[in-house]
């Protein structure tokens, strides 16, 4: 089994900027993609941002707004959320994937004035 925790959501005015954390702990074994989907309410989720071996992905509503970031030593994966907008807000889930699926229970961001 693998643990997701999320941190790092919150309620930021459009324009403003978020940076969420996740941290992976237990059966992990070499290099796995991690990334980042989001679910906002009455839609289906989708992806936001991957990254694997230094190779990004990024959802086109969020390219050149948001960066993701690993650190392979704390096993951990980051997205930095710059010019946010209220159509950002939703849960953001943290996913790991070695050819197992794993999901972190979601930290909400909430873009409003």
């Known amino acids: 089994q693998v643990q997701l925790v999320e941190s790092g959501g919150g309620l930021v005015q459009p324009g403003g900027s978020l940076r969420l954390s996740c941290a992976a702990s237990?059966?992990?074994?070499?290099?796995?993609?991690m990334g980042w989907y989001r679910q906002a309410p009455g839609k289906q989720r989708e992806l936001v941002a991957r990254i694997t071996s230094g190779v990004t992905y990024y959802a086109d509503s969020v390219k050149g707004r948001f960066t993701i970031s690993r650190d392979n030593a704390k096993i951990a994966v980051y997205l930095q959320m710059n010019s946010l907008k209220p159509e950002d807000t939703a849960v953001y889930l943290c996913?790991?994937?070695?050819?197992?699926?794993?999901w972190g229970a979601g930290t909400l961001v909430t873009v409003s004035s």
């Open positions: 996913n790991y994937n070695d050819g197992r699926t794993y």
């Open positions: 237990g059966s992990i074994f070499g290099i796995a993609a």
